[in-house]
C-alpha cells in the first residue's frame, strides 16, 4: 500500500466500530468504507495493481488490503471467519472477517 496509509486505515476502521456499535468488520466493509472516507487514495491504490487474465485489478487490491490490514494491526484486531458479502463492486464474495482485540480502545 504506498497511497491508503496505517492512519487512513485506522480512521476506517475506528469509523467502522462507531458507527456499527461492533468490534467485527469484513475487509469488503473496510474496502467501501475507504472509498467513501479516502476515494482519490483508494482509486490511486486501485490502479497501481494492473488487470490481467486470472486476476482483475480490484481482486488484487482487495487481496493487498486484507494483507496490510492483518499485518499493520497485528495484536489489535484477530481473525474469526469468513463470511459471505460483496466486494466493492457490488458483486456477492466472501470476505475475511476481522474483531478488534480490545472493544471501545481506538486502533492507532
Known amino acids: 500500500m504506498t497511497h491508503l496509509t496505517r492512519v487512513h486505515i485506522a480512521n476506517v476502521l475506528n469509523d467502522l ?3 456499527r456499535g461492533s468490534p467485527r468488520f469484513t475487509g469488503h466493509d473496510a474496502q467501501k468504507r475507504c472509498l467513501g472516507m479516502y476515494p482519490h487514495e483508494t482509486a490511486s491504490e486501485i490502479l497501481d ?3 490481467d487474465p486470472t486476476m482483475s485489478a ?3 487490491f482487495s487481496m493487498q488490503f486484507d494483507r496490510f490490514v492483518e499485518h499493520t494491526f497485528a495484536g489489535q484486531i ?3 471467519t469468513k463470511v459471505p458479502g460483496e466486494n466493492i463492486c457490488g458483486d456477492p464474495s466472501e ?3 476481522w474483531e478488534i482485540a480490545v472493544p471501545g480502545s481506538p486502533l492507532a
Request: no cysteine.
Open 17 to 19: 466500530h462507531h458507527r
Open 49 to 51: 495493481y494492473p488487470n
Open 58 to 60: 480490484l481482486q488484487k
Open 78 to 80: 484477530r481473525q474469526t
Open 95 to 97: 470476505s475475511q472477517q
